[in-house]
């Protein structure tokens, strides 16, 4: 399989827990972008990087979430002391180069549930 | 990033064409207009997208008025796997996009 892969595709954690979310982006795509999807909403938009600087971070993303992307490959998001707001369908997305259109595929998401 | 406007639901009959409307009426001159489509628990998958000129690949047409504040995707032949959330966005060219809530589409047999 050569898409965007995700993992877990479930998480279900007690709140204050921490969680990290893996996403393995298409091999040549440089940049690689997290989105946050809540029930009956669509995705909104929460960090990219272009290889492994990270060149946008959405008001959404407070201190308790960090994104990194070592040696522009796969990437990582992190949420620290969970909270029951966290729950939602966190989505990875890789592209090669900056227009849309340009092979920006989305994983299938990592389902987070904090009970 | 212009904001978009579509209708919250919408059915289909199986076979028939589908078209969805987008209003994008504060869309600025350098602002594509792009379709996503989400089918439950999976991310979204890009179907097509114009600047200016109406486009057709081997999913969908996009129609765009000549003034660019409106668009139509349209679904040639509707089955019932393309039974999904379709997303109208308006963005530059540097590739983060807004979703809005989108338009839930029913295809029915």
């Known amino acids: 399989d050569t898409g965007v892969s995700q993992d877990p595709r479930h998480k279900i954690t007690k709140r204050g827990q921490n969680v990290t979310f893996r996403c393995d982006p298409i091999s040549e795509h440089n940049r690689l972008y997290w989105y946050r999807q809540t029930l009956g909403q669509g995705p909104e938009f929460l960090t990219y990087?272009?290889?492994?600087?990270?060149?946008?971070k959405s008001r959404l993303l407070s201190d308790r979430f960090s994104a990194e992307r070592p040696k522009g490959s796969f990437s990582t998001l992190e949420i620290q002391r969970t909270e029951q707001g966290d729950s939602a369908m966190y989505l990875c997305?890789?592209?090669?180069?900056?227009?849309?259109?340009?092979?920006?595929?989305f994983g299938s998401g990592t389902r987070l549930t904090v009970v | 990033d212009a904001k978009t406007t579509q209708p919250p639901s919408m059915d289909c009959a199986e076979g028939r064409a589908a078209n969805l409307p987008c209003n994008h009426s504060t869309i600025s001159g350098n602002e594509y207009v792009y379709w996503y489509r989400q089918i439950h628990s999976q991310g979204p998958q890009y179907i097509i997208h114009g600047l200016k000129n109406n486009e057709t690949n081997e999913m969908a047409s996009l129609i765009i008025t000549e003034d660019r504040k409106s668009s139509t995707l349209i679904l040639p032949h509707a089955t019932l796997r393309d039974t999904a959330v379709y997303y109208c966005i308006v963005s530059n060219s540097w590739g983060k996009l807004q979703f809005g809530a989108g338009t839930q589409v029913v295809v029915t047999p």
């Open positions: 997305a890789s592209s090669l180069g900056q227009r849309p259109d340009y092979g920006y595929t």
């Open positions: 990087f272009q290889n492994e600087a990270q060149l946008e």
